[in-house]
């Protein structure tokens, strides 16, 4: 058989948390990670001019970083895109930006006793979060890929994808 298949997990994003008058005290955001090939060529100058104005951090504390001779020399890591996007709608050669959804809570400790927190894997652990998991907990869903004798990953026309359900918003 020349085609592999494997499943893809279509992820259902957590509910928001609200407060009764309409201001998050619980969401979901995107983090970004930069990842360069120090190996490979990519654009130091421009990575060197960004980073240290972006996060206030020493120009030498990024060329010590970029010193390293790895395919994976991680810059920064899991920063919210509020922080980051000037970084992000950058073109910068030989940048990689991968991101990951995060869940925010804009008053920190002001309301963490009462809102809680999840874990790594989106459940509620204390508070709200814990109390109403199975309310503002998302399903995920799922599609199968076939993968061809070139390489191309595709849709498999022939199997049903499972979307993706969102968890339902919450306002306390």
Known sequence: KSDMISKQRLKGNRGFI??????YL??????????VDTQQKYDRDK??????????????????ILSKKSNGVVIEKDIPMTKCIDIVN????????????VR??????????????TNKNYSGV????????????????????????NGYRYEDLYSEAELPMQGRDLTI
């Open 90 to 101: 950058t073109n910068i050669n030989g940048l990689s930006k991968p991101y990951k959804t």
């Open 47 to 64: 990575i060197l001019d960004l980073f240290p104005k972006t996060f206030d951090k020493s120009r030498s504390h990024y060329e010590k």
């Open 126 to 149: 204390t508070g709200v979060e814990k109390y109403f998991n199975k309310t503002l907990k998302g399903k995920d869903g799922q599609r199968t890929l076939v993968k061809s004798k």
């Open 26 to 35: 619980a969401r979901n955001i995107k983090a970004y990670s930069f990842i």
């Open 104 to 117: 925010d809570y804009p008053y920190n400790e002001l309301a963490a006793q009462v809102i809680g927190y």
């Open 18 to 23: 609200f407060d009764r008058n309409g201001n």
